[in-house]
């Protein structure tokens, strides 16, 4: 955790500078986890827009959010010579072969959001991304605060074995932790996925009597929350009303939700950041020094008005 630089600081400041020098003709792999959600497709799109603007020729692979997907494309990449692969990691295990490969061929490897657990940090130049235990410790402190410290939460979680879905759970209960009056009741993986949302918020509607005693909500994305919105009016409860509704994300979908009353609070994942991921790359390949192991994105919490 000590091994980061914000953005803005030092280390990206000066990559930024590269971003108005001519168009670069490096090609780069980039394995996306998939087409989940709002927020995934417009990340999608901004690394293709951002790329073209730049002049890198990007090779993009979609994994539908299986692993096994992402390991052909990465494999795929090393057998293409690619000047560097970026990696958006469905889920943290099972990465340290591949990128073991891709060391042994010189390619250097740069994770985009999602981070990877393995032992040898040696095996990737750097991550790029928001902090998703902030995430999960901003959701908290908003709920703590609106509930003044007493609060039975549901929580929808992401994927199980993916680095936003760990993060965010571990922060969220970091905070939720030190109010003896607040506490998670159910918890449920929606995947990430609007479908998935709605039916796990039908099946604590289920167990819960009509979620009685439930004050709030916490959906580990906006999709799920959004699912859990349509199940809670389907079963003809007022969400953002009868229940406190937080997720993560800030997708425009959610802000309607807001401006509506449906939510109450979103913590904003910035899915325009191939313009910071980029000149990170290929500073780097101008020039490879050691980079500190984590490039942080800052997250904003946003309430309904
Ligand atoms: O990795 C980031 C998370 O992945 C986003 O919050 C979620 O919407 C996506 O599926």
Not at 89 to 117: H, S
């Amino acid at each position: 955790m000590n091994n980061f630089k914000w953005i803005g600081g030092a280390v990206l400041g000066a990559a930024m500078a590269f971003t108005s020098v001519t168009a670069s003709a490096a090609t780069f792999g980039f394995s996306q986890v998939g087409s989940e959600g709002d927020w995934r497709p417009a990340f999608s799109k901004d690394m293709q827009d951002e790329a073209k603007k730049r002049g890198i020729d990007l090779k993009f692979a979609n994994a539908q959010g299986k692993q096994e997907d992402q390991l052909r494309a990465v494999r795929a990449f090393i057998a293409q010579q690619v000047d560097a692969i970026i990696i958006a990691p469905v889920v943290v295990t099972g990465w340290d072969q591949v990128l073991a490969e891709a060391k042994a061929a010189g390619i250097p490897v740069f994770l985009a959001d999602r981070d990877v657990d393995v032992a040898d940090k040696s095996l990737f130049v750097t991550r790029i991304s928001a902090d998703f235990n902030l995430e999960g410790k901003l959701a908290g402190a908003w709920l703590a605060t609106e509930s003044k410290g007493s609060c039975k939460v549901v929580e929808l979680q992401g994927t199980v074995g993916s680095a936003p879905a760990i993060e965010r759970k571990k922060g969220f209960e970091a905070v939720i932790g030190q109010f003896p009056g607040m506490e998670i009741v159910k918890t449920q993986s929606g995947d990430f996925t609007t479908e998935g949302g709605k039916k796990v918020m039908e099946a604590f509607i289920k167990s819960t009597n009509n979620l009685e005693g439930i004050c709030a909500t916490f959906a580990h994305n906006d999709n799920m929350q959004l699912g859990a919105i349509q199940a809670m009016k389907e079963a003809g409860l007022k969400p953002g009303k009868d229940v406190q509704m937080i997720s993560v994300d800030y997708v425009p979908a959610i802000v309607k939700a807001l401006d509506a009353g449906d939510a109450n609070a979103s913590v904003e994942l910035r899915s325009a950041i191939g313009k910071f991921i980029y000149p990170v790359i290929e500073e780097y390949l101008k020039n490879p020094t050691d980079l500190p192991k984590w490039i942080v994105i800052p997250s904003d919490l946003h309430t309904a008005k």
